[in-house]
């Protein structure tokens, strides 16, 4: 019977797991090497072994639909946050359910290691350093929550010449802030949310930013149609339902099209190689606009460097380039793992079920927690791997054999490898990855069910954003606000951005309504022959 349970990090994750552990009766006690919670999204300088960012950082999903499921953010919060308000937020969270006495700050964990008797007992050592003095306790379950911006992946050796290099060059961990790049040329390698927002970022002081990526990317703006968040928009079991019925050739029509909406990418040298892949695009408002102005230079790949220059891909050569900043993303580590095998099992890759637990495990006693990577947000996902995991814990929620796991998982990965393309990171479809965790411990919304009893709810679920507060209306961790938080989300929203009183723009012509109603039913038609 596990009842004293082990987390690693006091981040967004590691709340997550004590919260969730304090529900179903269990005893956390989670350890965090450093002095305050937040993780990540707790600013201060580089710090060996924790997670950075740099002071500009905002998220990229909005309040609605990043949010703990029974915990919304405070009205008066913007869509789109800064980080600071973000770790206020957090903050809040820990206070209203009472989680710092269960965290032990300032304690390093060394060394988790199965007990002898592992095998019967499913118990685990955990080895803590705090002011120098060590510590070893006995826990039943463990739940790594460290996440996976710790480590930088700095490929070095993917760059000829660098070594010779006379400029100054470091991984995009390090960078804080812009000014002391006044006046220079600065090279960022690598297309992803932190390479671009550091580009547009530097673009204001540097004289001249360029910006190689190997592949491009999609670029997406987080205002959407009507000045919507982009994901109250996007991330809805409609159009997760339509992706999964329509013909591949015209649902990666329909995707690509829906990219380009705002902007051609071939125009703007950021069109991605396999246009078709769902990899998480870039979020970025100001992107276009600096290409568009020339402050900053869309290049291809790096060839080679030299001492004061960088030879591209195409053949072009950039001369007097002064700093080079690799946003080359991080790598999975578990230094305090004494058989680090038991999470990266196969070709030092990540290998998880349902992408959070060690599927060779004699007794199914640890959890890994926010790992996987989807185009949604990362709070309500951590939030219900951790419900999932403790009912795998409780034995209430039965696993397959280890052989139904490892074919679950390897046909995982050729999904991945068709929709995301070939990539280190444990990447998915956001709401069919939720439904299937919530269906399994009997939290998944019944539309059908809705429909019948509560059919403005069941539209709003069915057709609105998969906001983290449909994993509340039913099952274990019911919480009374759910359905309220569903139906006035929208609301919510608006009031962040409604600060002027103006007059109501007219509304538009019922025909574009008609239109669109006659395309949806031509879709549904097309599918219906295709199959």
Sequence with gaps: ????????????????????????????????????????????????????????????????????????FPDDHPNYMHNTRLQQYICKYAKHFDLLRHIRFKTLVTNVKKRPDFSVTGQWEVV???????????????????????????????FPGIQKFKGCYFHSREYKEPEKFRGK??????????????????STVASQVYLSSRSGSWV???????????????????????????????????????MNRFFKHENFGLMPLNRTSRKEPVFNDDLPSRIACGVVVMKP????????????????????????????????SYPFMEDDSIIKSRDDQVTLYKGILPPHLEKPTMAVIGLVQ??????PTADLQCRWAIKVFQGQCVLPSVSEMIDDIDEKMGKKLKWY?????????????????????????????????DPRLALEVFFGPCSPYQFRLRGPGK??????????????????????????????FPCLAVLGVLFLLLLLLLATLYC
């Design 1 to 72: 019977m596990v009842r004293r349970v082990a987390v690693v990090g006091a981040g967004v994750s590691g709340l997550a797991a004590i919260k969730c552990c304090l529900e179903e009766g269990l005893e956390p006690t989670c350890f965090e090497r450093s002095e305050d919670i937040g993780g990540l999204w707790r600013y201060e300088v580089s710090e060996e072994g924790r997670a950075s960012i740099y002071r500009t950082v905002f998220t990229n999903s909005c309040k609605e639909m990043m949010c703990y499921s029974d915990f919304p």
């Design 128 to 158: 803590t350093q705090r002011n120098g003095k060590e510590e070893t306790a006995v826990f039943d379950a463990v739940m790594v929550c460290s996440g996976h911006h710790v480590y930088p992946n700095l490929p070095l050796d993917d």
């Design 185 to 202: 040329k600065v090279l960022v390698v690598g297309l992803g949310n932190s390479g671009s927002d550091i580009a547009v970022e530097l």
């Design 220 to 258: 997406m703006s987080r205002v959407w149609d009507n000045g919507y968040p982009w994901d109250m928009l996007v991330v809805t079991r409609f159009r997760t339902w339509l992706g999964n019925i329509l013909p591949s050739m015209l649902s990666d029509w329909l995707y690509v099209r829906g």
């Design 301 to 332: 790949n790096v060839k080679e460097f030299r001492e004061t220059s960088v030879l591209f891909q195409d053949g072009t050569v950039q001369d007097d380039v002064d700093v080079v900043v690799f946003a080359t993303g991080y790598s999975y």
């Design 374 to 379: 989807s185009l949604g947000p990362i709070i």
């Design 421 to 453: 393309g070939n990539s280190t990171t444990l990447q998915t479809d956001y709401v069919t990855y939720m439904d299937e965790l919530a269906s399994a411990i009997g939290v998944k919304p019944n539309v059908l069910k809705l429909l019948l009893t």
């Design 479 to 508: 919480w009374s606000g759910a359905r309220k938080a569903i139906l006035t989300q929208w609301d919510r929203t608006l009031r962040a951005t409604q600060t002027r009183v103006t007059p109501a723009a007219p509304t538009a």
